[in-house]
């Protein structure tokens, strides 16, 4: 256990659908990371939140959205799903000493 | 100027051999530079990592050798195994401010019997 949970495991979806994907952090961290990989790619960054405020924003669609909440856990959301999105989905989290640590993640499947 | 190149694409190295993959970064600010390593289906784990302040880091089998001049860091797995074959992305980053971590293409590394 890496000390990242993210729910779900696998979500499968019809195209045109909203699905959330959520992150609990490793404890103390306040820096959450979301990256998408799809089928034999590599980890795309797509956005950061630091103690609850947007940090950095990557390559990430106008149909995904983020947050993070007061206890440092973040939702990914992703609306109006079209099969490309069909991917595996990472939250990291890290310390301010670097320590990056990821979860198991979530596939995703859009049918 | 926050790319991460990574080579080779995939490798194929017989058991107990030696792995080379070598990266190239090109911020100069970059100050951690990790190791991942993948299995299918799983989340990304830390293998190894290292500062710039040195030139090498040895964990194991594992080794990272750093060349801040050319601004190239490699992996190298002495005594390669099978248990070894997954798919292993360099990263970089700026830790100060909590910055995100920029990730080579990745290299899917193939140990043979």
């Known amino acids: 256990d890496s000390g990242v949970t993210q729910t779900p495991k696998h979500l499968i979806t019809a195209t045109g659908q909203r699905v959330t994907l959520r992150c609990s952090p490793r404890s103390g961290d306040l820096s959450v990371y979301w990256y998408q990989q799809s089928l034999d790619q590599g980890l795309q960054f797509l956005i950061q939140y630091y103690n609850g405020e947007e940090r950095a924003k990557g390559n990430i669609l106008e149909r995904f959205s983020a947050q993070q909440f007061p206890d440092l856990h973040s939702e990914l959301n992703l609306s109006s799903l079209e099969l490309g999105d069909s991917a595996l989905y990472f939250c990291?989290?890290?310390?301010?000493?670097?320590?990056?640590?990821f979860g198991s993640g979530t596939r995703l499947t859009v049918v | 100027q926050q790319q991460v190149k990574q080579s080779p694409q995939s490798l194929i190295v017989q058991k107990g051999g030696i792995s080379i993959i070598n990266c190239a970064y090109e911020n100069t600010a970059f100050d951690y530079f990790p190791w991942y390593q993948q299995f299918p289906g799983k989340g990304p784990a830390l293998l190894i990592a290292?500062?710039?302040?040195?030139s090498e880091k040895k964990e194991g089998r594992f080794t990272i050798s750093f060349n801040k001049s050319a601004k190239q860091f490699s992996l190298h797995i002495m005594d390669s195994q099978p248990g070894d074959s997954a798919t292993y992305f360099c990263?970089?980053?700026?830790?100060?401010?909590?910055?995100?971590?920029?990730f080579g293409q990745g290299t899917r590394l193939t140990i043979n019997p």
């Open positions: 290292i500062r710039p302040d040195v």
């Open positions: 990263a970089a980053t700026l830790v100060q401010g909590a910055q995100k971590l920029v």
């Open positions: 990291a989290s890290s310390a301010h000493d670097g320590g990056y640590t």
